[in-house]
């Protein structure tokens, strides 16, 4: 794993993960927005660039955030953020700093498939990971646009025109190329096995989950409140999977700020 970050050291830091397959480019967008106020860290994800050698879990590469935060002497976040597979990376990494020493504010979880499936639908779904990477991998963003425009899977998750999501496309195509196949079923699998790690009372507080009304992770929505009742829940309207972020990407930036700042 390796890190980018966004502004000065010296103010409040934010953390922020992306979603499957791409790098900071999906996030950085919204960094900048925020550069004026934070700090930002975006991680990109082993086995996503030259030499990064291969994704194995959530657990691994929450493993190497807290390694690297200690690394850098950070030990206040103002705010743990994440995106659809980022939303469970940072959910599982919340678990991980509850143990440590670094103080968390507020965590923010976009857009999270919250499912743990079958063998069946898991082996499936490596097939369909594979495909979209390997079109990444062989075409430009604008080839790679137009195949998931014609996709019925990704226009069913995400309920409208793909251009908006822009910046994590970018993302996956200069990751593509370095992807190995043992790295997309891993982080396929790391996404669609989902046990909801276990939080007191008091960090649940801070958690704010979020998912537009028409997005397919909402369904996974009922196992999260009944593991987090004490977490905050939110929706920004029919937007599709991460909608918010992409579609309204200055809106968005205002609200993930107002988060951090709300301590």
Request: aromatic share 12%; charged share 25%.
């Amino acid at each position: 794993m390796i890190f980018e970050t966004v502004g000065d050291r010296n103010k409040p830091v934010l953390l922020m993960l992306n979603g499957s397959f791409s790098t900071s480019a999906g996030l950085k967008y919204i960094a900048e927005l925020l550069s004026d106020d934070f700090y930002t860290i975006l991680p990109i994800y082993t086995g996503h660039y030259k030499d990064g050698g291969v994704f194995l879990s959530r657990e691994d590469q929450a493993e190497k955030i807290i390694e690297y935060l200690k690394e850098e002497q950070i030990d206040h976040l103002a705010l743990v953020h994440g995106i659809s597979l980022g939303a469970e990376v940072a959910l599982t990494l919340a678990n991980s700093l509850s143990k440590t020493n670094i103080r968390v504010d507020q965590y923010l979880f976009d857009g999270g498939p919250y499912f743990h499936f079958c063998k069946l639908v898991r082996w499936i779904l490596r097939g369909k990971c594979r495909k979209i990477v390997h079109a990444a991998r062989n075409g430009s963003v604008e080839e790679f646009t137009r195949f998931l425009a014609n996709d019925r899977l990704i226009q069913w998750l995400i309920k409208g025109d793909i251009a908006p999501y822009k910046w994590f496309i970018e993302g996956v195509v200069d990751s593509a190329r370095y992807i190995s196949d043992e790295s997309i079923d891993n982080e396929s699998d790391a996404c669609f096995t989902f046990d909801c790690p276990e939080a007191l009372e008091e960090e649940q507080k801070k958690y704010v989950f979020i998912w537009s009304e028409d997005e397919i992770p909402l369904k996974s929505s009922k196992k999260i409140r009944r593991h987090y009742p004490h977490a905050q829940y939110w929706s920004p309207g029919k937007l599709g999977h991460c909608g918010f972020i992409f579609r309204k990407p200055e809106e968005y930036a205002a609200y993930l700020g107002s988060i951090a700042g709300s301590n």
